[in-house]
Structures are given as structure tokens and as C-alpha cells.
């Protein structure tokens, strides 16, 4: 951009967050004078606020939300992706829309009039950014209350946070799109819901290469293969849907996991002591008393497991199939097949 554009898009950009701020936030007298007390408690945040965390209380629903959206531009089902740099310019840009619009449909927030949602009967807008901080935001929201959204697959973590925008918080950038970021001084006055929480972990992402290859073989019927070589492998982590669905690269993924064909998962390595724990309560109990992770919704834990005998101690225990068993360490050699789980539908 040539110096004299820079300088005339600038003053632009200054006219229009001008004429933003006395569209958006004109307060009449009464309003003005309570802005201007010193509590300056903002009622209308609050209000928010306690709704997403009435809708939340934990955030695993957003966590959910942002795993699942994830998963859903690297479709990994289709392309085999598993890394955020290998999506195109474009599918990147549209994170931030799907993220809003699958915030939406899982909480059901009403359409905002001027901004993206209604919550609590207040107009808010969603901003989502992979970058901490690179927050896009546009003339228009000036003076509206703001759901901050960023996440991170490499660091396995999400934050999610209400601001107010206001205009001394805003750098003035020179984007086409008179879009603005927030100054990193102003983020003190970000009230965060949830800040660097767990995001679901994109196990792929994070196993080292020699597993990965081990994993991912390659060829078009090689999914079952794949699956059972992800669980061997990939013990006492969670394992997220997501990831079983990649590997797999089949529409009908969860069906190499169930029982049912000798050649599935669960049956095949179970003749190598391995079990592999589902998000059924029945499952995740057992999970607990072996004292591993313990399977949230959509995700599923293995372990190579024998029976419990008086050498082990004090070490966590779970009874399946009448029979205690205990989680074996990598130098324990496997004593025989693992219990069959009971069944979910039974329990």
C-alpha cells in the first residue's frame, strides 16, 4: 500500500469507528451517568455471563464444540488430516464462522438483530481465533459485548471470555475489511469464562513420528488395520472420536472399534490383553477404579491389563467378568486374553 492510500484509509477507518461509536453506543443522560460511576459494573456482561456458565457449567461443551469444529475443517474422515498447518487459506478463514455457527446450534442461542447471537436478551458477537489475541473485530461491534473464542490443537487448550468493546481498546490496523484487533494492554479487561482449559487432544498431533507411522498405514483398505494399531499402540490416553475417524477413513469408523467381528478392536486385542474403555458409565467406572483417565463423551481409553495377584500391592484395581484386574506396566509380560467387557446395554 502506497503511503498516501495508507494515510487516507486510516483516516477512514477513524470516521467510521466515529460514526460506529455514536450509531452504537449513544447512552442517553440517565445511562451515560451510570456508565460514569465508579463501580462500573457492567450488568448486561453479567448477565451473560451467568447464562454460558448456567448453559456450561464446566466448559466441556464448549471444549466440545471447538474439538468437533477442528476436526470438522481438517475432515480427516476424507483427507486423512490431522494437522491445523496442512488446511488451505481459505478453510482456515472459516473456522471462525463454523465455530460460530456450531456454538449455536449446540446451545441454541436466538439470532442477535445486530450482532451475531441474543443471550440473556442481550446482543453479542463471536469472535474465534486460532492465534491468542488475533481476534478480528469490526467497527460495528463497538459499544457491544463480545464472546471471545480462541483455541489451540497444538497446545491442547481453549479459552473463552465476554468484553465490551470499546474503542481506546482497539488498534487501528490497515486490513481492507476496517477490521481491528484488541490491544494486548486491554485484554485485562477480557472476563474470562474459561482461560487455557483442556481442549480434547488430537492424539495424532501429538504422537511422536515413528508411533504415527506405525499407525497410519498406508492404503485405501487399510482402516481396520489402522484402528487396531492406534489402540495397541495408544494406551492409557484418551482417545477422541475424532481421531478413531481419521485413522479409520470410513463412514461406519465406530464399527471398527465394537465387538462383533473377530477382526474389530475390542475382540482382536483382546487376545493380547488389551481393553478398550468406551464414554458408558458402566465403562468408565472401571476406568476409575483402574485408576487411569477416565473416558469423557466421544472418547475411549485402552489399557493392557492382568489379573490382580498379591505381587501387585497396593496398585488400583477393577473387577470385569467376576476377576480383579490391574493396568500392566510396559516390562509386565501379558498372562493371557483380557476380560470381555460387559456390555453397555446391559449394565
Known sequence: MKHGAEGEFREVLIQHLDE???????????????????????????????????????????????RDTIDQLLNGEVTGRYDWKTLMKTEKTHAGTLVEINLQREFQFADGLVMDYKIAGQEVDCKYSQRFGGWMIPPEALGHLCLLVWADDYMSKWSAGLVRIEKDMLN?????????????????????????SDLPENILLHLDEPIRRQILIEGTRKGQARVIELFRLVRGRRIWRGVVRTVAQQVDYMARVREGSPGRARPKLRHEGIIILGDYPVHQAIAADLGGPVPRRGEFVAHRVVRALPQHGDRPRAK???????????????TGPAPLLPDPQGA
Not at 175 to 196: F, G, P, Q
Not at 320 to 334: C, L, N, Q, R, S
Open 320 to 334: 470385569i467378568a467376576g476377576e480383579f484386574w490391574v493396568v500392566a506396566k510396559e516390562d509386565e509380560p501379558t
Open 20 to 66: 460506529a461509536g455514536d450509531q452504537q453506543i449513544g447512552l442517553s443522560e440517565a445511562a451515560e451517568e451510570r456508565a460514569n460511576t465508579t463501580t462500573h459494573v457492567d450488568a448486561a456482561l453479567e448477565l451473560v455471563e451467568a447464562e454460558l456458565r448456567r448453559l456450561d457449567p464446566d466448559g466441556t461443551k464448549i471444549a466440545r464444540v471447538l
Open 172 to 196: 487501528i490496523g490497515n486490513n481492507r475489511d476496517l477490521k481491528l484487533t484488541i490491544r494486548a494492554e486491554a485484554r485485562s479487561k477480557i472476563v474470562w469464562l474459561w482461560h487455557c
